[in-house]
């Protein structure tokens, strides 16, 4: 806590800034873009995302409290960046969130940078039918491995109610994903 | 991962470029946040300098200048020429348009010694082999007014 302290002090003065930025942007880089892809699908549209998430937490650093932990900020930045980014986009077509996401899962057959099967891509299309919330729960804890309580101070939700969110969400992806093997 | 809940499915189905993490500096987000416009990673590496020196492409270029060039004359032609039409007629001329619309709707009243006052006779191409008793009498029933004709005796 002390490190992280004197690190976001570094971040915050004019001389040591972009030093102590590069540091930071070459920690959490890879593990936000992947964060931000499982949420909008596409690499190019993950592209921009990360480099806004970036460009905010460059701008904001001044104005970090150090209520929550540094990269449950950044976390948290690149999760309203990601779900801003797809209601705009739906904004743009006239369509629902919901329907932005089942047409981006629809093109990633032939998405160049989409390296799955047959089974991941109905895996995907199972994750889009789950709310919102419940989505980036299973993803943060499921495929990213993320522990609850960080979960809970990205999301601003209690752990009891992200743990619960989590089981109904994993039943439901078992079902359907048994289903499909079975077939 | 070997707990109750998993799945057991391998979620690894995205890719990234080569080398793309390698591409993400502080300098290319900064350069983001000035111009707001971005490229794509390495996108000025793969600029090829010979199309651009490339004298077909140069071709293209100077013809289509030429072209909007050439076009932008004959515009500022036509308008010139538009302005002079307008600019230097004489306001004096009368067309015949005007000089028959005169005669219809403003010499109704005049008599006919104004009308000798205002034109030549040797003017006016009036073949009078074609002119019958007839019309001539019709003419001078129609024309004038019995009043006259007695004021006139």
């Known amino acids: ?183 | 991962m070997m707990s109750k809940n998993n799945i057991n499915l391998n979620t690894n189905r995205f890719k990234i470029p080569k080398g793309y993490f390698d591409a993400i500096t502080i300098d290319n987000i900064k350069k983001t946040e000035k111009t707001g416009f971005k490229v794509p990673p390495n996108y000025f590496k793969t600029i090829d300098i010979d199309l651009i020196t490339n004298t077909n492409y140069l071709n293209k270029i100077f013809a289509l200048k030429f072209k909007k060039l050439a076009l932008s004359g004959v515009a500022a032609i036509l308008i010139i020429g538009f302005f002079i039409n307008g600019f230097f007629s004489d306001p004096n001329s009368l067309k015949e348009a005007e000089i028959l619309d005169y005669m219809n709707y403003e010499l109704i009243g005049y008599s006919s010694s104004d009308y000798v006052d205002l034109f030549d006779v040797n003017e006016f191409e009036i073949n009078f082999e074609q002119i019958n008793e007839l019309d001539l009498e019709y003419y001078i029933e129609t024309s004038f007014s019995s009043d006259l004709i007695i004021n006139n005796d």
């Open chain 1, 1 to 183: 806590m002390e490190n992280e302290s004197k690190f976001i002090a570094k971040l915050k003065e004019k001389e040591t800034q972009n030093k102590y930025f590069e540091i930071l942007l070459n920690k959490y880089k890879e593990p936000i873009y992947w964060h931000i892809r499982k949420i909008v699908l596409d690499h190019d549209d993950a592209h921009d995302v990360l480099q806004n998430t970036f460009i905010k937490v460059f701008k904001a650093i001044n104005n970090f409290k150090e209520q929550s932990k540094l990269y449950t900020w950044i976390y948290r930045i690149a999760t309203n960046e990601s779900l801003n980014f797809i209601k705009s986009k739906a904004k743009k077509h006239f369509k629902t969130s919901k329907e932005i996401m089942i047409a981006q899962t629809n093109k990633l057959k032939e998405d160049p940078y989409f390296d799955g099967d047959e089974l991941q891509l109905k895996f995907q299309e199972v994750i889009n039918t789950l709310p919102q919330k419940q989505k980036l729960v299973f993803q943060m804890k499921y495929e990213q491995e993320m522990k609850f309580k960080d979960i809970s101070e990205i999301l601003g939700t209690s752990e009891g109610a992200l743990k619960a969110s989590y089981h109904i969400a994993v039943k439901k992806i078992k079902k359907e994903i048994i289903k499909i093997q079975t077939f």
